[in-house]
T-cell receptor, first 111, second 115 residues
Framework: DAKTTQPPSMDCAEGRAANLPCNHS???????VYWYRQIHSQGPQYIIH???NNETNEMASLIITEDRKSSTLILPHATLRDTAVYYC????????????FGTGTQLKVEL | DTGVSQDPRHKITKRGQNVTFRCDPI?????LYWYRQTLGQGPEFLTY????????KSRLLSDRFSAERPKGSFSTLEIQRTEQGDSAMYLC?????????????FGPGTRLTVT
């Protein structure tokens, strides 16, 4: 699976959009981009995934660049409950599909 | 609640003792995964099952660790002769083996402290 690079930490004001970047310059054509988050002392929570096209669900939007070498997770209206570590993961669909976590981005949402 | 459950949530044991953790996946999920997470790090893959078959084991899974999923439903992870380095959060996840990309759903974890 391709390696990802994320900033170690980010701050965001409550009610504003949080834009979390991820670089995955070695991504292969059959690899998906996944985002998970982990609130303190809880298990990771699936947020969203995509292959080529931008995706949106009730939690977030995922913007993938045309060359697929980077992506951005957007939380449109961040709240204090969105404070968590956000992990960007690249993996191939099919097979064992184990997730390879990095150290992620610690997002702190403040008043 | 129909999510992934783990038991116990916390376990304190003395070095050299054996411990066993249980994971109950989401009922229709046929894949089950175990991960370990130490402080400040992301979760690390240990092993996974498809139904009752254990299909992959990480090099992190030493011979003191054994995992089972006897009937393709719940799973147990046993650590024999625990060491202080085994102190970590042990996470279980499950997924459905369908077509396309399928997400994993995690349980709350079991925090192990070896004294």
């Amino acid at each position: 699976d391709a390696k990802t690079t994320q900033p170690p930490s980010m701050d965001c004001a409550e009610g504003r959009a949080a834009n979390l970047p991820c670089n995955h310059s070695t991504i292969s054509g059959n690899e998906y981009v996944y985002w998970y988050r982990q609130i303190h002392s809880q298990g990771p929570q699936y947020i969203i995934h995509g292959l080529k096209n931008n995706e949106t669900n009730e939690m977030a939007s995922l913007i993938i660049t045309e060359d697929r070498k980077s992506s951005t997770l957007i939380l449109p209206h961040a709240t204090l409950r969105d404070t968590a570590v956000y992990y960007c993961i690249v993996r191939v669909a099919g097979g064992g599909n184990k997730l390879t976590f990095g150290t992620g981005t610690q997002l702190k949402v403040e008043l | 609640d129909t999510g992934v459950s783990q038991d116990p949530r916390h376990k304190i044991t003395k070095r050299g003792q054996n411990v066993t953790f249980r994971c109950d996946p989401i009922s229709e999920h046929n894949r089950l995964y175990w991960y370990r997470q130490t402080l400040g790090q992301g979760p690390e893959f240990l092993t996974y099952f498809q139904n009752e078959a254990q299909l992959e084991k990480s090099r992190l899974l030493s011979d003191r660790f054994s995992a089972e999923r006897p009937k393709g439903s719940f799973s147990t992870l046993e650590i024999q002769r625990t060491e202080q380095g085994d102190s970590a959060m042990y996470l279980c996840a499950s997924s459905f083996d369908g077509s396309g990309a399928y997400e994993q759903y995690f349980g709350p974890g079991t925090r192990l402290t070896v004294t």
